[in-house]
Every structure is written in C-alpha cells, then in structure tokens.
C-alpha cells in the first residue's frame, strides 16, 4: 500500500464502468449502498472509454484468484482482479475507504465521498476463512442467517458454516423423511432454566420451541452468500448429536426408542445411529442426497464428534458388524461409518468434512479435518497428508468470553479475548512446510447454547470476527496488534451505523492484557 496526497470523489455523475454481467452485480452492491446512504445511484456502463470521474474494472488474468489491486488517482479508479472474488474484496476495501456513512441511512447533514489517492495490492493468506453458526441449540430465522452472511462478507469471510443439527433441533426440510422438522424442529420450551439444568419432555407436553428451514429458504441463504463470494457449508451430524433425528425415527437407533428432542444439554451422547443397521445407512444417504442438492459446496461436514459408543457395544447389530467387517472395536467400527458415508459423498464428487474425532480408528482416505480439540488433531492429519481447517477451542470458540465474566452475558466458559484471536496462526510450528501446505486457514465457531437471540450472536462475533479475519487474511510478519487496536475503533463507527450489536468491552480488555495497565483506548 502507498498513500498518496489528493482524494477521489464520488458523486452524482460518477460511473462505474465493468466489461461483463458478473462484475456489473458487484459493482450494483456498491451503488446500492450509495443510494440507501447518499440518495443517489452511480450509473453502470459496460465497456466505455475513459473519461474523468470514473470508476474502471479491468480483468487481469496472471492474478491469483482472491487477490486484487486498487489504484486511486483523482479522477479515477482503477479496480484489477483475475476472479469476481478479487473484485468483491476489493468493493469491500473501496466501502472502507469510503467515510463510514456509507453504512447509513439517508440524513440531510452533508457528506463528502472521499476515497485517499492510494495504491493496494493485496491477497489474502489463507483460502479458508470460516465462521460456523449454530442454529440447533437456538434457531435463527433466516433474515437473521442473511444479515448475518452480510456482516461477515464486510470482513472478506469466504466460508460459511451451518451447524443445521444436532440434539436440540433439526433445522433443515428433507422432503422424503418429513418427520425431521415435523418433530426433530420442536422441543418443549424450558428458556427459562439454565441450559444444562432442563429436564426432558414429559408425557403430554407439547413442543413448542423451535424452527426450520424450507428447501426454498436453503437455495435463498446459498444464493445471497454467493453473491457475496460466500460458500455455505452444510453441517449434518453424526453419528451423533442427533437425537433430534431420532426423535422423528427411532428405527435408525440401537435400542429403538423411544426419544424426545431434547430441550438443553445431556451428558455423555449415547443416543446415536446404529452402525450395524444397513437401513440407517439408506436413511443417511437419502439424507444427504438432498442436503448435496441444495448445497453447491464441494465440503459436506458430517461431524463425527462425542459419540459415546456405550450402545453399540451392547448392540447384537453393531457387534455383527465388527464380527463381519473384521473389527477389532467400537472406536474401528466408528472409521468404519465415517468411511462408508465419505465413499457416498465422494461419489457424489464431494470432500467429507469432519471434527478432528474422525482420526479415531483410522482417517478415511479423502477426508478433510476441523481440527477443534487443540491444534493437535490438524497436526496429524496434515502429517498424513490430508487437508486440514484449524478451529482450535482456544481461541476460535466465540461461545467463550471475551472480557471478566462479571462484566459479560452467561458464556459456554474459557477466554477468548479479541486480542488472542488476532495473535492467532493456523499453521503450528511443529509442521515443516510440505505439512503446512494442507492447513487451509481456519475457522470461528458460534455454538449456541447460550446465545438465545440474534443480537446475543452478534454480540458474541463483532468484533472478534474482524480480528480472525485479519489473522487469516495476513501474514503473522505484517500483522501489528497496536495498529488493529487503532483501525478497529473506526470500524466499530461503522458497526453503530450497521446495527450491528457488537462487544464494547473487548477492544479495552485486550489491550489491558497486552499492555498490563490502563489503556486510554479503554477509557
């Protein structure tokens, strides 16, 4: 970056100027943002010659395929990408570089639309930069899930993960097993009673908390996250945290039931899939087939962690299994499952996704791993040459808290603090550099067990998110914890004019740690 001495202003008469459809669209979320906050629009021509005021798309092919230039002179703007996603990111900086009243709704006090006469070029370090929601414990309905997506793509966050089951709800319509929202999308309402103290449903009662999404709302989330260079990955757990599933087909389990979906926590996951039925298998695979259809991501999570395998040891079907298959256990025989769904995806020309659990008993052969345990499990698999996400609990859960726990709302524990997930590196020093080339980046993670509303979401992901952002986007050599400290004050100007109910005591908490006394930032 080189910063120059004049400015570049946007007005009435500017016109951007793109040489095909695809960059016409992401040139329009820039003047849409001009006419919601300025009340007026920028026109769009393709392919004109050059004149004054002007802003100018040019396609450079030798680029890779996230990077991006931006070159502001006076009069123009020149904007240069190899990919649309280059030319995306490269809105986002120009929307950054534009006066935080660009976020805004229309108001009569005057602006003036500067952008600085600057020169970037700029690639991001990692191609994987997550953030997993988890819309099972507490359900978001999708405007929520949308702004949510909008938010995030602020931060040039390229992956966008659904945790859409688990125990508390199934949250996605499968249209030949209708029974899964029917009843696996309802729990009996105890938000009341703290998450780990709700008894389970009684006879008689109803279930009444909950939600899910149509197959209509899937394809409108996908198609939004994808105009704003956003891949949607759909999480479907198991073999367990999903009794939810089992609530509406109890045949897919050991013992057969019955089951109810459960309101909060419940320790250690017993109830799970039967691996020695061929029927689950057939229910998994219909399952799935839809879930691929509605999703266009070539990674399809499938979870794989905390199955307590206590019933299948007990289960005449799962110790066929092991007998026929040549097991030697319960853990082989939970590879054996992953295995047998990874050979379906893959089939399906998709990559199997799972928590670092599906190490256990073997790695199936093309699977990739979301190392969440620690680092330790993104270690080993790299070692053995698979792709690996690192979404280590510390400090990537952001159900943890982020400042004293008597200045902050009730959080799952631990401490994540905004200045931690900025130290951040995915890639461990114990990997030599053939190794380090399968840690793909990394990802935050919003589990939601207490997080009951939106705004608590928000609340618990701005502004850590713009620090893993940053930690993702660029190398640990050029990261300067002392200048985010500055830049994220005016980002959080533009949190206020977004909406966006982000943590007020994390930027001070942080630099309290980093600088070990009172920081006139935090006052």
């Not at 120009?94 to 070029?121: G, M, T, Y």
């Not at 009794?243 to 309101?263: D, E, K, N, R, W």
């Not at 461990?428 to 053939?434: F, G, N, S, V």
Request: hydrophobic fraction near 35%; charge should be neutral; include cysteine.
């Amino acid at each position: 970056m080189s910063l120059g001495k004049s400015s570049f202003r946007f007005d009435e008469s500017t016109i951007l100027v793109v040489e095909n459809a695809e960059q016409k669209a992401i040139a329009s979320q820039l003047t849409c943002m001009f006419e919601k906050s300025a009340g007026w629009k920028p026109q769009i021509l393709i392919g004109s010659n050059e004149a004054p005021n002007r802003v100018y798309f040019e396609t450079e092919s030798t680029m890779a395929e996230e990077a991006y230039s931006i070159d502001v002179k006076k009069n123009s703007i020149k904007i240069k990408a190899a990919q649309p996603a280059g030319f995306f990111y490269a809105i986002q900086t120009l929307r950054q570089l534009l006066p935080a009243k660009i976020e805004s709704n229309p108001n009569h006090e005057k602006v003036d639309w500067l952008v600085p006469v600057i020169s970037i070029s700029d690639s991001p370090k990692f191609k994987w930069r997550g953030y997993m929601l988890d819309v099972s414990r507490h359900f978001f309905p999708k405007d929520d899930v949308l702004r949510m997506i909008d938010n995030l793509s602020l931060h040039k966050i390229n992956r966008f993960q659904l945790h859409l089951v688990d125990g508390n709800g199934w949250r996605v319509e499968i249209k030949k097993y209708p029974k899964l929202t029917e009843v696996g999308a309802w729990r009996v309402n105890r938000e009341d009673k703290p998450w780990g103290e709700r008894p389970k449903q009684k006879t008689g009662e109803k279930a009444t908390y909950g939600g899910f999404y149509t197959q209509a709302d899937i394809k409108e989330i996908v198609a939004y996250a994808q105009s704003r260079y956003i891949t949607v990955i759909p999480e479907i757990e198991m073999p367990a945290h999903n009794t939810s599933a089992l609530a509406a087909y109890p045949q897919f389990s050991c013992t057969g039931g019955p089951f109810t979906v459960l309101p909060g926590g419940s320790w250690p996951i017993t109830d799970i899939y039967c691996a020695g039925n061929d029927s689950t298998f057939l229910f998994l695979q219909d399952v799935l087939t839809e879930i691929i259809d509605l999703f266009p991501s070539k990674y399809i999570h499938i979870g794989g962690d905390e199955a307590d395998k206590t019933e299948w040891g007990k289960c005449p079907k799962c110790k066929k299994r092991i007998k026929t298959e040549g097991l030697k256990n319960v853990g082989e025989l939970q590879s054996y499952f992953i295995k047998r769904i990874e050979k379906f995806i893959n089939s399906k020309n998709r990559v199997l996704l799972g928590w670092d659990e599906i190490l256990e008993g073997g790695l199936p052969p093309k699977a990739t791993v979301m190392s969440w345990r620690g680092t330790q499990g993104g270690i080993d698999a790299s070692k053995q040459g698979h792709d690996v996400v690192m979404s280590p609990e510390v400090p990537c859960y952001f159900d943890r808290y982020q400042g004293p726990k008597e200045q902050e709302p009730l959080a799952f524990g631990g401490y994540n603090p905004l200045n931690e997930v900025y130290n951040f590196n995915p890639v461990p020093k114990e990997l030599d550099a053939e190794s380090a080339r399968h840690v793909l980046g990394a990802q935050a993670n919003l589990w939601s067990e207490f997080v009951p509303n939106f705004k608590h979401a928000e609340y618990m992901t701005f502004p850590r998110i713009a620090a893993l952002s940053e930690a993702l986007w660029s190398s640990p050599e050029v990261r300067d914890w002392d200048n985010f400290s500055h830049r994220i004050l005016l980002l959080q100007k533009r949190y206020d004019l977004m909406g966006i109910n982000y943590s007020k005591t994390a930027l001070g908490i942080a630099l309290k740690d980093n600088k070990s006394k009172k920081s006139n930032i935090h006052e």
